[in-house]
């Protein structure tokens, strides 16, 4: 069975920071764009950042929402792991936030991914 576990979200105090991890398991994602994506409360889900590579031995690209860049940080340490850095969080950050995997890039941001977390709750307080 293909899972992609997340861990790391908590509560936080605005301006403060949160290490986000995501592991794959069931099968190798070395092929596959893995990213993060948020959903608030009575707001739709929406891409925060993706890596992908455009082939094997190939360098990580990496690709952020307009509100991620500067602040946050994705980064791929293994095949089947994905990590996302926030810094600098606001209680706009407040959600819950999923890993994600796909074949594309594209199709990951589009939010028709292939694979999906459980999601693990990030709150801002101000």
């Known amino acids: 069975q293909v899972q992609l576990e997340e861990s790391g979200g908590g509560l936080v105090q605005a301006g403060g920071s949160l290490r986000l991890s995501c592991v794959g398991s069931?099968?190798?994602?070395?092929?596959?764009?893995m990213g993060w994506f948020r959903q608030a409360s009575g707001k739709e889900r929406e891409f925060v950042a993706g890596t992908w590579r455009s082939g094997i031995g190939a360098v990580y690209y990496r690709e952020y929402a307009d509100s991620a860049k500067g602040r946050f940080t994705i980064s791929r340490t293994d095949q089947n792991t994905v990590t996302l850095v926030m810094n600098s969080l606001n209680p706009e950050d407040t959600a819950v936030y999923y890993c994600?995997?796909?074949?594309?890039?594209?199709?990951?941001?589009?939010?028709?991914?292939?694979?999906w977390g459980q999601g693990t709750q990030v709150t801002v307080s101000s």
């Open positions: 994600t995997a796909d074949r594309s890039i594209g199709t990951m941001k589009s939010g028709k991914c292939e694979y």
């Open positions: 069931g099968r190798t994602f070395s092929s596959y764009a």
